[in-house]
């Protein structure tokens, strides 16, 4: 898990800024049109939406707790222990905040270079042997088995589909990682890109407003297809409206 950068916001903010053109910059001679200046764009912007059912429909179903963990977690190291793993038909779900993980096989975004806390293996593997790539695939991280809570107990095993809502949007990963057994809310780089997040591993992610809804009895063969997790969340998630 890992804390917010003030610094490293900031930076990022920066790449929001909007395009100026040649005109603006004096850049233009006689008789030219605007010419656009290259301006830096974030590379965490949201993709296009996944699947048929929106973010408000599934917020209206998980608005109430009833909890299905014998205790709470924290979002982060030192903070208060106020997040209880809920409970409905055919799922489990929590609010949170996003840290981002890194870990897996390196990439351009994620390796020991970019985050001094990277691993490169992951709970869970490809259907070739290889550890998961958080920068290209979406996944989330379920915390290490515990008193506190059990996913397996629960009918979610790795591989199982989930549906990440933040703000407007829905984004369907899998169970790609473990981690701490007291600390929840962490997603892969690829989850917080997709939706609209700051991946960075050294200070991206977001302070709240995640909910994380995986479906019981789910599993994406093979891990790595995301294509495949989008089809199934969709269909679970339309089931999932139906019977709560």
């Not at 070739?128 to 979610?156: F, K, Q, T």
């Not at 981690?179 to 917080?192: F, K, L, N």
Request: hydrophobic share 40%.
């Amino acid at each position: 898990m890992r804390v917010q950068s003030l610094t490293l916001a900031a930076a990022g903010a920066a790449l929001l800024a909007p395009t100026m053109h040649a005109s603006a910059a004096g850049l233009t001679g006689p008789g030219s049109g605007p010419v656009p200046v290259a301006v830096a764009r974030p590379h965490h912007a949201p993709v296009a939406r996944e699947g048929t059912v929106g973010a408000a429909e599934l917020l209206a179903k998980v608005r109430g707790c009833i909890p299905v963990s014998k205790g709470r977690y924290r979002s982060d190291e030192g903070t208060r222990a106020d997040i209880p793993v809920c409970g409905k038909r055919g799922a489990v779900f929590w609010k949170a905040d996003m840290d981002i993980d890194c870990d897996g096989r390196a990439g351009v975004r994620c390796n020991r270079r970019t985050d001094p806390l990277f691993s490169s293996t992951t709970a869970y593997q490809q259907s070739d042997g290889r550890h998961l790539s958080a920068e290209r695939l979406p996944y989330v991280v379920v915390p290490a088995a515990s008193r506190i809570w059990n996913h397996r107990d629960h009918d979610v095993r790795g591989g199982a589909v989930a549906a990440v809502i933040y703000k407007d949007r829905v984004q369907y990963a899998v169970v790609g990682d473990t981690g701490p057994r007291d600390i929840i809310g962490e997603a892969s780089y690829a989850t917080a890109k997709a939706l609209g997040i700051r991946p960075d591993p050294r200070g991206g992610g977001t302070s709240g407003g995640v909910t994380y809804l995986l479906f019981k009895g789910s599993e994406v063969s093979p891990i790595e297809s995301h294509r495949a997790a989008v089809k199934q969340g969709d269909a679970l998630a339309r089931k999932f409206l139906k019977e709560n």
